[in-house]
Nanobody, 121 residues
Framework: QVQLVESGGRLVQAGDSLRLSCAAS????????MGWFRQAPGKEREFVAG????????SYADSVKGRFTITRDSAKDTVYLQMNSLNPEDTAVYYC??????????????WGQGTHVTVSS
């Protein structure tokens, strides 16, 4: 199974932008659909964005559509989440997920350890 390590989370102000990274190792990156999920305090983990193993078919939760962009770089075995126009409701631990299928599922087989994003008002 692929191992995932997220980075890039930090404290930002409302309206700021932030890019999260998820580096994959130990597997064939191109065989995995990738996704970003988040879990806010007291809430369940939710889907944020996904991208197919080919790097196409991006999908987004309605709450982030138009503000967040998911991309992947096969040369670096890394998936990114560009987050713009952040607001306090985006505060959460962000997790990277991977599935060895075309499209990410709601409960991927592989998870990273998470990275904290805090958006102050």
């Amino acid at each position: 199974q692929v191992q995932l390590v997220e980075s890039g989370g930090r404290l930002v102000q409302a309206g700021d932008s932030l890019r999260l990274s998820c580096a994959a190792s130990g597997g064939t990156f191109g065989s995995y659909a990738m996704g970003w999920f988040r879990q806010a305090p007291g809430k369940e983990r939710e889907f944020v964005a996904g991208i197919s193993w080919r790097g196409d078919l991006p999908s987004y939760a309605d709450s982030v559509k138009g503000r967040f962009t998911i991309t992947r770089d096969s040369a670096k075995d890394t998936v990114y989440l560009q987050m713009n126009s952040l607001n306090p409701e985006d505060t959460a631990v962000y997790y990277c997920g991977a599935d060895r299928i075309e499209i990410i599922s709601t409960k991927p087989d592989c998870w990273g350890q998470g990275t904290h994003v805090t958006v102050s008002s």
